[in-house]
């Protein structure tokens, strides 16, 4: 972190101070699930890891904000992409709040309501990012579609509180799909930009991003669909 951080500080980059934050608690949610290997626990859940993925997930939340609609207006000319700033504040801010309220252990039914919230405010920011031209590009849907699955994992851990679904179904589509599929293609992205060759990936990347979607689809929906072990 301090890496990242002294670069940061010294440059006064403030619009990146907000990494730093969310860095800061990764390590204390690092530094948790070692305590707890060497017995120090502080709460009977398994604090440490669920953090961490929480706040891997705020950080492509908070990422995607800038480069999804960025690179979406960069590469469509006259992009229909919009901006909207209530939205855009209440997706983050609705999304640290659920990070809180599972801290916290809040009752189920509140936090049905606000992952159902956090789930809206997703997809209304999905919505105003979207052009329909995203689709000839493939350095452009996979961003969306891998955006797209962090909705369905809020909207499905709103249903996993009340017991519509197991929880570690959640977690395949925020992990396998979400954070997967949108560092799969922000690496293909960046590498291709940055060094400074034509924004067109080869067609194994294209096709690593198909079959990453693939996957993830699969990995939530095999659980649901096949029958259990003991009926094989």
């Known amino acids: 972190m301090a890496g990242i951080g002294i670069p940061i500080v010294r440059c006064k980059n403030t619009r990146n101070y907000g990494y730093l934050v969310v860095l800061g608690v990764m390590s204390l949610a690092n530094a948790?699930?070692?305590?707890?290997?060497?017995?120090?626990?502080?709460?009977?859940?398994?604090?440490?890891?669920?953090?961490?993925?929480?706040?891997?997930?705020?950080?492509?939340?908070?990422?995607?904000?800038?480069?999804?609609?960025?690179?979406?207006?960069?590469?469509?000319?006259?992009?229909?992409?919009?901006?909207?700033?209530?939205?855009?504040?209440?997706?983050?801010?609705?999304?640290?709040?659920?990070?809180?309220?599972?801290?916290?252990?809040?009752?189920?039914?509140?936090?049905?309501?606000?992952?159902?919230?956090?789930?809206?405010?997703?997809?209304?920011?999905?919505?105003?990012w979207h052009d329909s031209r995203i689709w000839e590009t493939p350095l452009l849907w996979v961003l969306h579609l891998g955006y797209d699955l962090l909705v369905v994992g809020y909207g499905l851990t709103a249903q996993a509180k009340f017991g519509g679904i197991l929880p570690f179904l959640t977690t395949h589509v925020f992990t396998t799909g979400g954070i997967g599929i949108v560092t799969l293609g922000m690496m293909a992205r960046v590498s291709l930009g940055h060094s400074g060759r034509p924004l067109q990936p080869p067609l194994l990347t294209i096709l690593a991003f198909v079959l990453l979607n693939v996957s993830s689809l699969l990995r939530f929906a095999a659980p649901v669909f096949s029958p259990p072990l003991t009926e094989l």
């Open 32 to 128: 948790e699930v070692h305590l707890r290997h060497f017995g120090f626990t502080v709460t009977d859940a398994d604090f440490g890891t669920t953090m961490m993925l929480n706040l891997i997930i705020l950080m492509i939340v908070l990422m995607g904000g800038r480069v999804i609609p960025f690179f979406t207006q960069s590469a469509l000319s006259e992009a229909a992409t919009q901006i909207r700033k209530p939205i855009e504040f209440g997706a983050v801010g609705l999304s640290i709040a659920l990070i809180f309220e599972e801290v916290l252990n809040l009752p189920p039914e509140l936090l049905v309501i606000l992952a159902g919230l956090v789930m809206i405010f997703h997809a209304l920011r999905l919505i105003g």
